[in-house]
């Protein structure tokens, strides 16, 4: 009885990958993957809401030609690198023509590799990390910028704009968090700031009292705060304001989102943070407001991001009239036109360049304030 | 039926009321300081009838209303009982390694990416179950020796370039010492002091991988791991050897196929053995074990380095297959995740962790569906399935009252 | 010295909120001998019904004329509110499975920790809410050292609690009934103690004293998630056992060792190695004292 019992359910258990995911005719498939679950939901979800409106905009727009409607498959990757290898097969055995994800780094780089033994083009908004597009894989592309290009910017405004002599680096040991951080401390040195002390947090603190009480006591001119995702930063900058620290704080790309001035709230004033130049006034940017906002409330970080991504993948199988990824990569490379969130033109390995600028935070708002070129903006 | 109605109507509608009570304050408070009702009472309708179909139709099966259907199903189930019990185990075994073999020409690349996953929990699953399911310690930090043969495999590879069956005893060797340097000094302890130190010893693993950046590459990860690899003998011009990795899915399936077997006749035998009795007589009593003249000190210990070899081998395998490796795949809901399979597939049997290992990874694969919902629905089932089968999907013949009392 | 004062005060502060939550396991513990793994939801959920509350409040307007009014009423809501959650929880999901083996029981507190946090997640979104208004933000400075007017709330609380709890549990009826359960059911139900009512009493006060913990850190911190119990919930159970797991002075105890522990590993050695020194005490303190440091002497047959 028990041996026909497990002999059945070991049996039925494996015919029901075979079930799921069947396809329907005239639908343009499309992939997602960033996390849905877990502590970085917020970010996957906006991730998320980003792909949908780009396709909400392009089927408003006339869709694609010989397709009745674009559909999207979300895939959840927890942040988790088995998640998104399994996520990553899935969309391949749905026959996506291309994904846009993933989140974290250390999720990109193995489910690209699986995307790539099947040519599949692959677009991440969000993973910063150089070695995401210095594997040579050919169909990775990547809209946001990279750490070695933010990491320089940074340096550049805490030593030219705020005139800082010493930094005091915190980051929470994540890929992103981590490499940034390493980054910033270098080309620091290297333009003759003092890094007086790099101590680390771990990633689910909330409490940083201790490594707050030493900044304090150390009393750099900058405290540079690098973290994944706005959540852990908003916390740290309403707890340094409690303790009295009077060190400035300087984040980076992460903390773009409104949530952290909701939060943190008079903490947020007069932060810092570096991040992609985007131009509010566009109409490409007021179009992509008029249709997110309603639906899926303030536009976060990533959200801007994941919609050029999709439509930059959406436009190039329209411009090539196929799902081939060799015609999709050629209309990719050819592509010069301005994105919501920058002027976007991919370069030979798969990166679209970044104009990093530095927000200050005014009034519960982010507002433009240094940029390497032209410095104050104000 | 309308007996057997009476009888729980009261305390269902109580419960039903009491999670009105709950959700509300949840859903309907607003921070305009104003309050709503309509929202709540949809999500509880939806959740009442829900839960009322499934009360129904189970209070009928209990009842013998639907004999109808159920009589005609069971007597097939006792014809079909019967002759397959006439059908000699080999028969069973047969059939079942057939279809695993056959399995990836009939799959996509994702049944089989799961099926291998599937494949690495159960030599997993299998590993822990020598130390809780036949030693009785309750372990909540096996995965660290996980991760100690995930990165022996990617280091030797990276830095040495050695090959995935050379580094296999390394991994394991490794992930041996490993566990008897963790074990040694927890085995004094016992219950849920053991488990708490585990988990200990399990995050001190996973932050010295995420710390230390000169081995582990930190948070980073390490890439560029190289898959399994075997030689093929070329004929060209006499005759040499080529490399072939082993890239594609089907292959990994195979090897992961293998490992299984391989750990499924090692804990078989281990089970069967002297060894494994002793082990059962620890986790029944370890006083009278001892008494009767079992070296329990070191059974403990065997048991924690056997299940951290398993666990080793496996994580070699799941490096070589990820072709990267970094600390968030050792986190502790890891260790949690392969506890909960041997508990659910039932504690000591070998066939039933093998099939809590597929429930728990296909289940969340067979979620995604649900997208948001996904976890939601896992952890709700997992509650389920322990409601209705407390001692596990396949619980094992041989376990004791006194190992399931726990006073 | 400010630089080690300051600490210590920190460390006080983040150990006060860990011995609330540690309470709660080692009471359940203490009862039934079961890891109540879905304990940091219902601390996470005691966070929730907090800011919903005050934000309700806010939205009427009252926060603005009676702050500390509104406060209590917060907080006496959400630790009853929890106290209903956490019974419930154990209707559904423990109190079958009493008579199985332990594993079970710890298994499906698993599930249901996972259902929670994100039931959490999707009935509340999956951004941090925000505290409503800046309440008591401010601090009493002496020379370098702020000592903040919430540390102070949390760190008075938790005595409050701590002190209400010992006089429970030593010194009336229901203590007794309780302490009479934990040490034998059968015995206590002869002499006409309900176990099933005790037992629920025991996770209501538990999830009473999270639920106070869950608005203290929301106050605290500004802000509340859906997966913030998991860690905090993990630290607890460490700080249970450590001063001796069913032993209530004895969590109170290891919240407070586990809590500066980790303060001052992270504020004169290293930040990413904090939870290693705290796992490193823990472990150091088991080998000495198998049972914790106020343990008691536990019988051999526990899986």
């Not at chain 1, 998320?48 to 089927?59: D, P, R």
């Not at chain 2, 304050?25 to 104003?34: M, N």
């Not at chain 3, 509340?124 to 933000?137: H, I, N, S, T």
């Not at chain 3, 500004?222 to 993990?234: A, K």
Request: aromatic fraction near 12%.
């Amino acid at each position: 009885m028990r041996k026909k019992l497990f002999v059945a359910l070991v049996l039925g258990l494996m015919v029901v990958p075979f079930i799921m995911g069947t396809a329907t005719a005239k639908t343009l498939k499309i992939g997602s993957m960033s996390p849905l679950t877990g502590p970085y939901a917020s970010d996957g979800t906006d991730i998320k809401n980003g792909v949908l409106t780009a396709i909400q905009v392009f089927e408003e727009g006339g869709g694609i030609p010989g397709y009745d409607k674009i559909e999207l498959f979300a895939q959840d990757t927890a942040c988790d690198p088995k998640q998104a290898v399994a996520a990553a097969n899935k969309l391949i055995n749905l026959e996506v023509a291309g994904v846009v994800g993933a989140y974290c780094s250390s999720s990109t780089i193995p489910s690209s590799e699986t995307l790539a033994e099947e040519d599949i083009p692959m677009l991440t908004p969000a993973s910063t990390n150089e070695k995401v597009t210095d594997r040579g894989l050919p169909y990775m592309f990547r809209l946001c910028g990279r750490d070695d290009d933010q990491a320089p910017a940074a340096a550049k405004f805490l030593k030219e704009s705020l005139k800082a002599k010493t930094i005091f680096i915190v980051d929470d040991k994540t890929t992103y968090s981590q490499g940034l951080a390493d980054g910033v401390s270098k080309a620091a040195k290297a333009l003759g700031m003092e890094v007086v002390d790099h101590d680390h947090v771990n990633q689910g603190d909330k409490d940083f009292a201790a490594v707050l009480t030493k900044a304090k006591r150390a009393n750099a001119d900058v405290f540079y705060m690098s973290l994944q995702g706005y959540s852990p930063g908003a916390l740290m900058a309403l707890q340094a304001k409690r303790i009295g620290m009077k060190s400035q704080i300087v984040t980076q790309d992460a903390m773009f989102q409104p949530k952290f001035m909701e939060v943190a709230k008079a903490a947020a004033e007069g932060v810092y943070l570096t991040y992609g130049f985007t131009d509010t006034t566009t109409p490409e940017y007021k179009a992509f407001e008029k249709i997110y906002v309603p639906k899926y409330g303030a536009i976060a970080a990533y959200a801007t991001y994941a919609y050029d991504a999709a439509t930059v993948l959406l436009k190039a199988i329209k411009a090539s009239d196929s799902t081939d990824p060799k015609k999709i990569k050629a209309e990719i490379m050819k592509m010069e036109f301005d994105g919501v969130a920058k002027r976007i033109k991919f370069r030979a390995n798969g990166d679209s360049g970044s104009s990093y600028i530095a927000y200050k935070i005014e009034n519960g708002q982010f507002v433009p304030y240094w940029a390497p070129e032209q410095g104050l903006l104000q | 039926m309308i007996q057997e109605f009476k009888k729980v109507w009261k305390p269902y509608t109580i419960g039903l009321l009491w999670l009105l009570g709950l959700l509300w304050p949840l859903l309907g408070i607003h921070p305009d300081g104003t309050l709503s009702f309509g929202n709540t009472f949809t999500v509880w309708l939806y959740i009442a009838a829900g839960t009322t179909i499934c009360l129904l139709l189970y209070i009928m099966n209990k009842s013998g209303s639907l004999n109808a259907v159920s009589r005609p199903l069971a007597g097939l189930q006792e014809t079909v009982g019967q002759a397959s019990a006439k059908v000699p185990n080999w028969v069973w075994i047969v059939i079942l390694l057939a279809a695993a073999f056959c399995y990836p020409f009939f799959t996509g690349r994702y049944a089989q990416d799961v099926a291998t996953n599937v494949l690495i929990y159960v030599c997993l699953g299998l590993g822990l179950n020598v130390v809780v399911g036949l030693a009785g310690m309750l372990d909540l930090g096996y995965i660290a020796f996980y991760g100690v043969g995930a990165y022996t495999y990617a280091l030797l590879n990276i830095h040495f370039g050695m090959s995935f069956w050379i580094c296999l005893p390394f991994a394991a060797a490794f992930a041996l010492t490993a566990g008897c340097i963790i074990g040694y000094p927890t085995l004094r302890m016992r219950g849920d002091y053991l488990a708490i130190v585990t988990l200990g010893f399990g995050e001190i693993v996973r932050i010295l991988l995420n710390n230390w950046m000169s081995l582990t590459n930190g948070p980073n990860g390490l890439l560029g791991v190289k898959p399994p690899s075997i030689l093929i003998p070329s004929f060209q011009g006499g005759i040499s050897f080529e490399v072939f990795y082993l890239k594609k899915l089907h292959f990994l399936y195979y090897i992961a196929l293998a490992l299984a077997i391989v750990t499924i006749i090692a804990v078989r035998h281990l089970n069967f053995s002297r060894i494994g009795r002793a082990w059962e007589s620890i986790r029944e009593d370890e006083t009278a074990a001892e008494l009767m003249g079992v070296n329990t000190f070191k059974l403990k210990l065997l048991a924690y380095a056997m299940g951290a070899l398993f666990a080793g081998l496996a994580g070699a395998f799941f490096c070589a297959r990820m072709r990267f490796v970094s600390p968030e795949s050792f986190t502790f809901l890891e260790s949690a995740m392969v506890l909960s399979m041997v508990v659910l597939g039932g504690m000591g049997s070998i066939p039933g962790i093998i099939l809590g290992a597929a429930a728990l990874i296909v289940l969340p694969e067979v979620f995604r569906e649900f997208e948001t919902y996904r976890m939601l629905v896992f952890g709700m089932s997992m509650v389920v399935m322990m409601l209705f089968r407390p001692a596990g999907l396949i619980p094992a013949k041989r376990m004791g009252k006194r190992g399931e009392e726990g006073e | 010295m400010d630089y080690f004062i300051q600490q210590l005060i920190n460390g006080i502060t983040l150990g006060g909120l860990y011995a609330l939550i540690a309470l709660g396991y080692t009471m359940v513990y203490g009862v039934i001998q079961l890891i109540n793994f879905a304990h940091g939801e219902i601390f996470a959920t005691g966070g929730y019904v907090g800011v919903i509350l005050l934000s309700f409040f806010t939205g009427l307007g009252y926060m603005e004329t009676h702050p500390i009014l509104c406060l209590a009423a917060a907080f006496v809501l959400t630790m009853g509110y929890c106290a209903f959650f956490a019974v419930g929880v154990e209707k559904v999901a423990y109190k079958p499975l009493r008579k199985q083996s332990r594993l079970a029981a710890l298994l499906s507190a698993l599930g249901m920790s996972i259902f929670l946090s994100n039931g959490l997640m999707l009935t509340q979104g999956v951004y941090d809410k925000a505290y409503p208004g800046e309440l008591f933000q401010g601090g009493v400075d002496f020379g370098n050292i702020t000592i903040g007017y919430l540390q102070m709330m949390i760190v008075g609380m938790t005595i409050f609690l701590l002190f209400g709890l010992n006089i429970l549990v030593f010194k009336t009826k229901i203590g007794m009934a309780m302490r009479a359960t934990a040490q034998d059911k059968v015995m206590s139900s002869l002499v006409s103690i309900s176990s099933n009512r005790i037992i629920s009493l025991t996770f209501a006060i538990g999830a009473g004293l999270a639920a106070a913990a869950g608005i203290m850190v929301g106050l605290y911190y500004g802000s509340v998630r859906y997966d913030m119990g998991f860690l905090p919930g993990i630290k607890a159970f460490a700080a249970a056992v450590l001063g001796g797991i069913g032993n209530i002075t004895g969590a109170m105890l290891g919240g407070l060792i586990i809590g500066m522990v980790e303060i001052f590993g992270a504020g004169y050695i290293s930040g990413q190695y904090k939870d290693v020194f705290a796992f490193i005490i823990l472990i150091s303190v088991l080998y000495f004292k198998p049972t914790g440091i106020m343990g008691e002497n536990i019988d051999d047959t526990r899986v």
